[in-house]
């Protein structure tokens, strides 16, 4: 196991963010990570880093040394004390096992002066190498650069490998970085002697957005009408200097529109703005005055709404300086932020100088964050085009465009130009120019006479045929069917059925398969786990239910999982007899004498497949007991009830049903599906295309 230890060079460097983002992108490649803040930031409890950790990167991290204790024991003398605190506190985050320990160091403050010091005895009493993280704000390439020679001597050791790399935080826009980096290797020793550079991350207005609320509480003020305001995200400040014609262009999604109670003019610009469907950050009015009460009666509509409207007393000058100096932290119930944080961190840190030190040579697990990381990729580099028949659908639009920016797949967006517009403008969504939307109405036609011919034997017609084309889910299959797209996503809006049926009318079953099923990928906080089927056949016969198996491990080593395949009953072995046993055994030994590549047991219970004391007492000797990655139930009725109770008890997000033996790949979604699910499922489509 390797510890790293993310130690800071000056004040205000995101030191938390980088922790968090470098865990995470160590998860992504494939690693087991325990995560440790050994003494608490302040006198908050739990501390935040622990707080986010807990709820991101893994349930399993100890709670930090308080403050006051380790101010007490430093204070005291008492710092050998302290070192064994916090090395008991490493061997907890770690006890189950671990790759790699990401400790993050105490932040650099006034309050703190002993803080340098304590990091390089906590970096040297845990044996860790340091990750020294700069921020690029406000300081000059000599200060930058004297700062990580000062961090590189301290933290270097001895032996002058106590360094694992460096990262630059808050890249301002414009900045040539090149020719910074350049000057940088010229002042420093460390880094003119190579010490890696992990990442460069720049700021983004839209990761860093603080809900409406938190302003609110940040600023002091009186909330007037709550609205949204829990929900809707500032990325944008207008302050109302110039009257309302000057700034209907600048009233965007997320703007925070600040004017003084007597502007009229901007409050009723305001108003209609946000009735016109544009989703605004807040209206906070200044100077301690309320709009009048005929203004406020007037628009009543949009101030009485979703709008969130606040009051201070201070006047707009004074309002606006604060805005500028919000504190950066993350509130610990905000979660979806320092998520959005972490991913967007991680995507800009390169793991592969830490990885080969973590890696011992044994398999890699693929907790969700690399299982995410590894559809995102793998996408990337299939270049896939992927129609999605529900193309005006808010999430649908804003999950296209993600596509398209993030070049996971070319998408196809099946509805009215003019409608995907007006979405995309009313959620502040900038439509790649390349991204593809087609009218249905201008070329249902041409797909009426190759449907006919489809389904000829079924005793289709053509004005039959153009009355199912009508629904863009058949019009989309249909595109599929004549190699025009690589793939289909849908079920937003529509239920399973109405994705599936077309897919098993018009694209059939792929050579040698004799079924259709599907699998949900279970993002365990740890693990990825595969369940199937638990979506499409009712009650498979033992050769249904092997084929089930065969499909559900090559998805799964498709997708970066090692298959190791348990086949679900209610009795484990010998232990148990009867004609749904029997078929579970006779599927397993089907698997075994069809596929002998695939690792498979059964009959297993299901405590006996995924717990490893259970399965070790169980089924002694199994390769599969206690650590088993696929999951073939038995029937639609446990498999469904299972995958459903996993869930929504334990609150894990289950991807899927991604469907297995059709010629081209169809996948349904969700109705409540977010933006997220959708992208991964476009990803995960792309790559089903290229297998």
Known sequence: MVTLFVAPTAQNVGLTSVALGLARALQRSGLKVAFLKPVAQDHAAPDASVHFARALITPHVPDAVPLARAEALLGGSADEQLMEEVVTLAAQATQDGADVLVVEGVSLGGRNPYAAQLNVALNRNLTARAVLVASLEGRTPADLADGLEIA????????????????????????????????????????????????????????????????????????????????????????????????????????????????????????????????????????????????????????????????????????????????????????????????????????????????????????????????????????????????????????????????????????????????????????????EIIDPDEVRGRYVEPMVELRRSKGLTAPMAEAQLEDTVVLGTMMLAQDEVDGLVSGAVHTTANTVRPALQLIKTAPGATIVSSVFFMLMPEQVLVYGDAAINPNPDAEQLAEIAVQSADSAKAFGITPRVAMISYSTGTSGAGEDVEKVKRATDLVRERRPDIMIDGPLQYDAASVLSVGEQKAPGSPVAGRATVFIFPDLNTGNTTYKAVQRSAGVVAVGPMLQGLNKPVNDLSRGALVDDIVYTIALTAIQSTQ
């Open 152 to 435: 590189a001597q301290d933290y270097s050791g001895s032996s002058g490998e106590g360094l694992a790399g460096y990262v630059l935080n808050f890249l301002p826009r414009g900045l040539d970085f090149g020719a910074l980096l350049a000057e940088l290797r010229g002042r420093s020793r460390a880094l003119a002697a190579g010490l890696p550079l992990l990442g460069v991350i720049g700021e983004n207005t839209e990761v860093a957005a603080p809900r409406t609320r938190d302003i609110a509480v940040a600023l002091g003020a009186r909330v007037l009408n709550a609205g949204e305001m829990d929900t809707r995200r500032v990325t944008s400040t207008l302050v109302s200097a110039r009257s309302a014609p000057y700034i209907v262009d600048l009233l965007k999604a997320g703007t925070l529109v600040v004017a003084p109670g007597d502007r009229e003019d901007v409050i009723m610009a305001t108003s209609l703005a946000h009735l016109a469907g544009t989703p605004l950050a807040g209206l906070l009015l200044t100077a301690g005055q309320a709009p009048e009460e005929p203004i406020w009666r007037l628009c009543q509509p949009a101030l009485g709404s979703t709008l969130p409207v606040l009051l201070v007393e201070s006047n707009t000058y004074v309002t606006a300086g604060r805005l500028t100096q919000l504190d950066r932290a993350v509130p610990p119930d905000d979660t979806a932020r320092m998520e959005r944080t972490l991913e967007y961190v991680a995507d800009r840190l390169d793991t592969a100088p830490l990885r080969a030190r973590a890696t011992g040579g044994g398999e890699v697990r693929l907790p969700p964050a690399a299982f995410r990381h590894h559809l995102i990729t793998k996408a990337r580099v299939a270049n896939k085009r992927i129609v999605l028949p529900e193309g005006d659908e808010p999430r649908t639009v804003r999950a296209a465009a993600i596509c398209h920016e993030k070049g996971i797949a070319r998408c196809v967006l099946l509805a009215k130009p003019e409608r995907v517009r007006a979405v995309a403008d009313a959620q502040g969504v900038t439509l790649p120019p390349e991204l």
